[in-house]
């Protein structure tokens, strides 16, 4: 199916991916229009794994190799520079392109068999909270798609870290799993010379995973008394918080740490939307580590 141009939704260890052939504009044009995708936010080229480097990247600085072997594998996006065989669909018009390589049985197994290098985009529609389950895909391009392969839910959750790797050190341009301090950079952002985060990724600007319903963070551990007040107000509220819902408040997700927050976070919005709550309530977590990634798509769900 990706050969022949079709689309091919598949699950990573992060979120489902909407995959096209990397090479084939027209089908990388689909999936633009599958998802109602603005044209200038480039798409992530998956790889069977690091060897396929040279087939999209024109210049492998040492600071990749050493990222691509110590994260590959997993949930890190490399920008680096492109050959000019990448279609400008597929990059966005940009000279540079992002790779990674999965860490995921099925997504490996797919980029193996298809010996392409497939681009793929998440597999919502544009401004929907990210898909990490079969029937997340299904609902939001149930039409558009030509396979969905179903994989169960996926293990992280949150998008991959991109990180731009054409110079001497990382610099972060989307947070994820993968944090800052694995990168050996300080948590706080604060790089000295250079390397300070200056570059944009195009797709930060736009909103999203903005679901059908309002979205308010509460304080650590003041979820359920942030949600009983809502309450008062005559709202249907929903809770996603370390503890259990109160009476009156709809129970959408307990988590008992960042990492199953992270993993729980899109279906929990969309939970939320099927349980036709006017709010839902999500604890915040400390923005250390994997909790940089999850407030950064919690502040984007409550609307920036
Ligand atoms: P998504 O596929 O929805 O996870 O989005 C992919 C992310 O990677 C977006 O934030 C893009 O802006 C970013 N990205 C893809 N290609 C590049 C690139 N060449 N330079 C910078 N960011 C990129
Ligand atoms: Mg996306």
Redesign the pocket.
């Known amino acids: 199916m990706l050969r022949a141009g079709g689309l091919v939704a598949f699950p990573t260890e992060t979120v489902y991916g909407l995959g096209v052939d990397a090479f084939d504009p027209a089908a990388v044009a689909r999936a633009f229009a599958a998802k109602g995708r603005p044209a200038d936010?480039?798409?992530?080229v998956h790889l069977a794994d690091a060897g396929e480097l040279p087939r999209v990247v024109a210049s492998i600085t040492p600071l990749a190799r050493r990222l691509a072997a110590t994260f590959w594998p997993g949930p890190l996006?490399l920008?680096l520079a492109a050959v000019d065989t990448v279609p400008p669909a597929t990059?966005?018009g940009?000279t540079?392109?992002?790779v990674r390589v999965p860490d995921h049985p099925v997504a490996a197994a797919l980029l193996t068999l298809a010996d392409l290098p497939v681009a793929?985009?998440?597999a919502n529609r544009s401004g929907r909270p990210s898909p990490t389950t079969a029937e997340h895909v299904a609902a939001d391009l149930g039409t558009e798609v030509d396979v969905i392969l179903d994989g169960g839910p996926c293990p992280v959750g949150v998008?991959?870290t991109?990180v731009?790797a054409r110079g001497e050190r990382p610099v972060v341009?989307?947070e994820g799993t993968i944090t800052r301090e694995d990168l050996g950079l300080r948590a706080d952002g604060s790089e000295p010379g250079p390397a300070a985060d200056v570059a944009a990724?195009?797709?930060?600007r736009y909103r999203h995973y903005a679901p059908r319903c309002g979205v308010e963070l509460a304080p650590a551990g003041g979820g359920p008394a942030h949600a009983r007040r809502l309450v008062a107000t005559g709202a249907r509220v929903g809770l996603v918080a370390a503890d259990p819902a109160p009476a009156g408040v709809v129970p959408i997700a307990t988590v008992r740490d960042v990492p199953q927050l992270a993993q729980r976070l899109y279906a929990a919005l969309r939970d939320a939307e099927l349980a036709a709550v006017d709010v839902l309530v999500v604890e915040s977590v400390p923005e250390v580590g994997l909790g940089r990634a999850v407030m950064d798509r919690l502040r984007r769900a409550a609307g920036g």
């Not at 990724?201 to 930060?204: I, L």
């Open positions: 936010n480039p798409l992530i996006t920008v990059t966005g940009l540079t392109v992002a793929a985009p998440s998008e991959s991109v731009d341009l989307r990724s195009p797709g930060t």
